[in-house]
Structures are given as structure tokens and as C-alpha cells.
DNA sequence: AGTTTGACGCTCC
DNA sequence: CGGAGCGCCAAAC
């Protein structure tokens, strides 16, 4: 585990739930700008048994979910963030000036 | 050591 | 609003 990987997963460790943050915040707050792309990279990679990494509720700086090629985990990312109360609009995306959580 | 590759983001049109 | 183009940066080739 890279030391980069464990300050993004600390960053999106603390978004509350109901909040979503996007992948360059992330990487702001963790005080790597200029670093989004890594913070996918960092999610691609861990895998949480556990369940702690709340890795659901960052989304692009679209308000967008990201998608991953093939496989169909963007709808259960959907689902999760509906369940936490999160409104998708009509053409898929979400209201960051609402919705997108500023550590 | 040069190129390609992304769960990205911003500007233009 | 949708695309294209480009910058970005570390990893993998």
C-alpha cells in the first residue's frame, strides 16, 4: 500500500454518509492536487472486507458516477448512494453544490 | 528511456 | 448539454 493511498482512503474514510465527494477533492483534501487520477487508481485497488472505506461516495467532478468498463458496479454504486438519501437527475448525475461534501 | 494507459478535470466550441 | 482536446501523474509496458 502506497502512503498516497492511505491518505486518500483517510479522506473518503470521513465522508458522512448522504455526502459525496469527487475524485480532485479528494485528492486536494489529502493534499495531493493534480492527483485524481490516482485516487481511482487507489480504489481500483483495495478491497475492504470489512466494509469501512465508504468508497461509494466519491463520484467525477461531473457529479457522475465513473464508469469501470466492463463489469456493472456503477449500478450498485447508484443504489448504495440512493439509499443514503442522494437524488440522481434525470440525466444521471448529481448536484455537487448540494450534495458534495468539502473536508 | 519512450509510450501507453487510466474509477480525472477544465476549457472551448 | 454533449464532444473533443489537452494537461496531469504514476504505473505498467
Known amino acids: 500500500m502506497h502512503p498516497q493511498h492511505a491518505a486518500f482512503l483517510a479522506v473518503i474514510r470521513q465522508i458522512p454518509a448522504g455526502w459525496v465527494m469527487s475524485y480532485g477533492a479528494v485528492a486536494r483534501a489529502a493534499g495531493l492536487p493534480r492527483h485524481a487520477r490516482h485516487v481511482g487508481v487507489a480504489l481500483k485497488q483495495v478491497d475492504d472486507p470489512d466494509g469501512d472505506l465508504p468508497w461509494w461516495r466519491v463520484v ?6 465513473s464508469p469501470r ?3 456493472g ?3 450498485l454504486q447508484r443504489v448504495l448512494l ?3 438519501g442522494i437524488v440522481f437527475a434525470e440525466n444521471g448525475r448529481i448536484d455537487l453544490r448540494r450534495y458534495g461534501w468539502q473536508a
Open 60 to 65: 467525477n467532478g461531473e457529479g457522475r458516477i
Open 69 to 71: 468498463g466492463l463489469d
Open 73 to 75: 458496479s456503477d449500478d
Open 82 to 84: 440512493e439509499a443514503e
